[in-house]
């Protein structure tokens, strides 16, 4: 008995170190429109470090005010600088923790085939009842939307048939379940759709959709919030995240 206790106290040393023993769960805010990255991100990180994530998803104007007003968050994914910053501003985040880790892009998507052509033209005919965005105050997709159309001038001319979704993937409900012949939506959301017709809406046509991720108070202390923050910088991650369609940096 004796003789093996060097051999039991060396396994436990192995499962302590390999991290097992001290994994840990942060929660984390995430913007609608990251939902399947940040699902297979979570995914790596819990194979990674024996950390679980746990992901609740919306958009980041709604994020923001549950956060301000106490949820017990730890990390926040936002979909716009703004938040972010507010939430530094605020002292609602750990100084110094806030970094960009995508900048998403907008696309104008039907389940049509041959509705929406290469250049976005369905616009200026007109021929459709309803568009689809999101709430251009709660969700910065909406936004890029709301820039995207008055940019083309076409703002006022549809802004009767614009129906608005809480968030992002209200938005492209609508799309999928034919409530609008056509929506803005985010790139990531169709990328893995087959069929349909898309047009991706340049760049320059909106501000950039810079997301930023922050650390918040509540995670401050929180060795699993942290870890998830460092493997969203990691070079598998950011795998993920450009096939989502999202560019990074």
């Known amino acids: 008995m004796i003789a093996r206790r060097p051999m039991l106290i060396a396994a436990l040393l192995s499962v302590t170190l390999g991290g097992t023993a001290f994994a840990g769960e942060t929660k984390v805010a995430v913007a609608a429109n990251f939902t399947e990255a940040a699902k297979e991100i979570a995914a790596k990180f819990k194979a990674k470090t024996g950390h679980d994530a746990t992901l609740s998803f919306g958009s980041s104007g709604q994020f923001y005010t549950q956060i301000a007003n106490g949820a017990p968050y730890e ?10 910053q507010k939430a530094e501003a605020e002292g609602l985040s750990v100084p110094g923790s806030r970094f960009t880790y ?16 290469g250049k976005g033209a369905v616009l200026k005919t007109g021929k459709f009842e309803k568009l689809s965005i999101a709430d251009p105050k709660a969700a910065p997709y909406g936004q ?17 048939k614009i129906v608005q979704g809480a968030s992002i993937t209200q938005a492209f409900q609508y799309v999928q379940t034919g409530a609008a012949e056509l929506g803005f939506v985010a790139l990531s959301q169709v990328i893995t759709e087959q069929g349909g017709s898309r047009w991706v809406v340049p760049a320059a046509n ?18 699993a919030a942290k870890a998830f923050l460092t493997f969203l910088k990691s070079s598998e991650a950011k795998a993920i995240i450009k096939r989502y369609g999202y560019e990074v940096r």
Do not use: C, M, W
Request: without cysteine; proline residues 7%; charged residues 25%.
């Open 75 to 84: 990390v926040f994914l936002s979909a716009d600088v703004e938040r972010p």
């Open 102 to 117: 995508a900048t998403g892009r907008l696309v104008l998507y039907s389940k049509t085939p041959g509705l929406v052509d």
């Open 144 to 160: 890029a939307a709301i820039e995207t159309l008055t940019k083309l001038k076409l703002y006022d001319t549809l802004k009767p």
């Open 206 to 223: 909106h501000t950039p959709i810079e997301q930023q991720a922050v650390l918040l108070k509540t995670g401050a202390n929180s060795e």
